[in-house]
């Protein structure tokens, strides 16, 4: 959920609010750098959801990581726009965004969607991993069905690696999607969360929350309580 880019201006206050927050609370690192996704990217990235999900708190280490491969081929197959945040030449951060009635899904990313979840599946707790993530995604085909207008535009994916949050990289790579559902001239845009994310990122973004859903899911073999938004931009 980027090919963007800001004013000079914008830019260097950044550049030097960040390298602020890095000297002088967070992780010393060089200035981020922010391009489109590159297939470089995954193994990285598909670390970073393993983590912020804890998959390895509810399933075995080779099925946390299957699954995490899994739900980003995923997301790649439902994307029109990514940026990708760097820090030492790492991705530590990625959204991905969708205009809606422009996707045409490459069938290179259906086919690697289709064989990482087939490998997925290959197993009983990695086909428990498949049903919840089924599961889940029937929740928010609810949430949008119950929505009063048809939205052109999604933030399909988004996620900053935990070492990194409050360092204005979210903010940032947000500012960037914005801009380009600006372009595409998409004046509503949505996106899906839950009690498991930083889903207060979003309030703070002056988005407004639309639908709510609470449930009882099994993970793996454990019973854990969520709830699942819709949040539409202002």
């Known amino acids: 959920m980027f090919l ?40 990285a990235v598909s670390s970073i959801i393993n983590i912020i999900w804890k998959h390895e708190s509810y399933y075995s280490p080779k099925t946390a990581v299957r699954l995490s491969e899994a739900y980003l081929r995923l997301c790649l197959t439902e994307q029109t726009f990514t ?8 991705p530590i951060g990625i959204i991905m965004g969708n205009h809606i009635r422009r996707h045409r899904c490459p069938l290179v990313l259906r086919l690697q969607a289709g064989w990482s979840v087939l490998v997925l599946s290959m197993t009983a707790e990695g086909r428990r991993s498949w049903r919840f993530l089924e599961e889940i995604d029937r929740i ?10 048809e939205y052109k535009g999604e933030l399909s994916f988004f996620a900053i690696h935990p070492d990194y949050h409050g360092q204005g990289i979210g903010r940032e790579l947000f500012s960037r999607f914005c801009m380009y559902m600006e372009r595409e001239n998409i004046q509503h845009f ?45």
Not at 16 to 28: E, Q, T
Not at 83 to 90: E, H, R, S
Not at 207 to 227: A, D, I, Y
């Open 83 to 90: 940026q990708v945040a760097l820090a030492d030449g790492k």
């Open 140 to 149: 928010y085909a609810a949430l949008l069905s119950g929505q009063p207008q």
């Open 4 to 43: 963007r880019t800001v004013s000079s201006k914008r830019q260097l206050a950044g550049s030097l609010f960040c390298s602020a927050l890095f000297i002088f609370g967070g992780k010393h690192m060089n200035a981020v750098i922010y391009r489109p996704y590159k297939r470089q990217d995954f193994k």
């Open 190 to 234: 949505y996106v899906f969360t839950d009690t498991s994310c930083n889903y207060g990122f979003y309030e703070n973004m002056n988005m407004f929350r639309r639908g709510t859903k609470r449930v009882k899911l099994k993970v793996n073999h454990r019973l854990e309580e969520f709830s699942f938004f819709l949040y539409e931009n202002g």
